[in-house]
């Protein structure tokens, strides 16, 4: 069979990234360019600041992505492209690249949404099984999408307010704790004890979350604490926020699982980096025989290989947008 190359581009939020990927699995080569310690200053990330870096940024990671895979755009079968959701300023520049290459090198311009590169950047390790039940937990998204094969997407539950990394994000901010706070959270949550009374949110029978609460919860104490004069025990404060998190995420989802009749479980995004998170869910997927595929830590935060191996399937399904393509701040996952 002749392989197929996809050449990926993801700048939807602030990390400029383009890789290469054969075949939906093979990473031949990836350059991600993170803007992280320019948007640490202001506490979270600067759209306008975003796009012009990454404009000053795509040509730069574009050229040496094609120089580490030692290959010239001839060699690519189709250029993929992030198109939503996200920061509409950011994919703009990433949409744009893509046309332009596209147009210039006569290539099939392939749509990707932002989700199904986090779910597929699971297909980078091994092979997705399916039907599977996919958590993407994200700075944007909290999301349980039922797959019963390749590039069907069915929306189960989702958060009603904040993605659940925005409320780390938050909650790592009224901490002290510098941008992005969700692993400093994660750190700490390892050192302390669960000894604050934090609720445990919507915790009823349906698939949707809801983090504001909780992050207000946290805020509320910390101030009303500063007001007594008292302080914060912040690594308690971390443990019992992250506690309260990883149980409701795992419950739902568990819980989803045995609804759809579904035995294979992915747990994406760059949430999915979160020690907590990860050790539970492995510890109740031995005992429970569900088949659990984490990205390693790389792929969980965003990166282009994960949009090349899923517009290696959009490609094959004939999905196209040619000089059409717009970039769309929200967007379904279909
Ligand atoms: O997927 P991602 O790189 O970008 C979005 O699409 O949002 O996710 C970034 C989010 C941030 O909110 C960051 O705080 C969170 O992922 N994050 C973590 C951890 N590592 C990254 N949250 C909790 N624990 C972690 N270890
Ligand atoms: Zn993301």
Redesign the pocket.
């Known amino acids: 069979m002749k392989n197929t190359y996809i050449l990926a581009i993801e700048t939807s ?1 602030d990390e400029t990234s383009v890789s290469i990927v054969k075949n939906g699995h093979e990473e031949i080569a990836t350059v991600v360019l993170s803007q992280i310690d320019i948007h640490a200053k202001f506490g979270g990330v600067v759209p306008e600041t975003a796009s012009r870096n990454h404009i000053e940024n795509i040509t730069i990671v574009l050229e040496e992505v094609l120089s580490r895979a030692n290959m010239t755009m001839e060699k690519i079968d189709a250029i993929a492209v992030t198109y939503g959701p996200g920061l509409i300023g950011s994919l703009l520049i990433g949409v744009v690249a893509a046309k332009t290459l596209a147009f210039i090198y006569d290539k099939p311009l392939v749509p990707v949404h932002h989700i199904a590169g ?1 779910i597929y950047a699971s297909n980078l390790e091994k092979q997705m099984q399916f039907p599977l039940i996919a958590l993407v937990v ?3 998204h909290t999301e349980l999408i039922l797959m019963e094969e390749d590039y069907s997407f069915k929306y189960i539950g989702g958060t009603m307010d904040d993605a659940v ?2 409320a ?2 938050k909650v790592a901010r009224v901490l002290g704790l510098s941008y ?4 400093h ?2 750190k700490l949550a390892h050192e302390g004890k669960d000894t604050y009374e934090l609720p445990l949110p919507m915790d009823d029978s349906s698939f949707d979350f809801s983090f504001s609460g909780l992050k207000s919860a946290v805020i509320n104490m910390v101030h009303n604490e500063k007001q007594r004069g008292n302080e914060i025990n912040v690594a308690n404060m971390a443990t019992s926020f992250q506690n309260r998190v990883v149980e409701i995420l795992t419950k739902k989802t568990m819980r989803a699982l045995i609804k759809h009749d579904v035995n294979n479980l992915i747990l994406a ?3 999915a ?3 907590g998170l990860r050790e539970r869910f492995k510890k109740l997927c031995r005992e429970k025989e569900i088949n659990l595929s984490i990205p390693h830590i790389k792929y969980c ?2 990166n282009a290989a994960m949009i090349g191996a899923a517009g290696y399937y959009a490609y094959k399904l004939g999905r196209r947008f040619g000089n059409v393509l717009k970039a769309k701040p929200t967007d379904q996952l279909n």
Do not use: K, M, Q
């Not at 992005?180 to 692993?183: A, E, V």
């Open positions: 939020c986090h994200s700075g944007g990394g925005e780390y994000d992005p706070g969700g692993p959270i994660d995004g760059g949430v980096a979160n020690r935060t965003d």
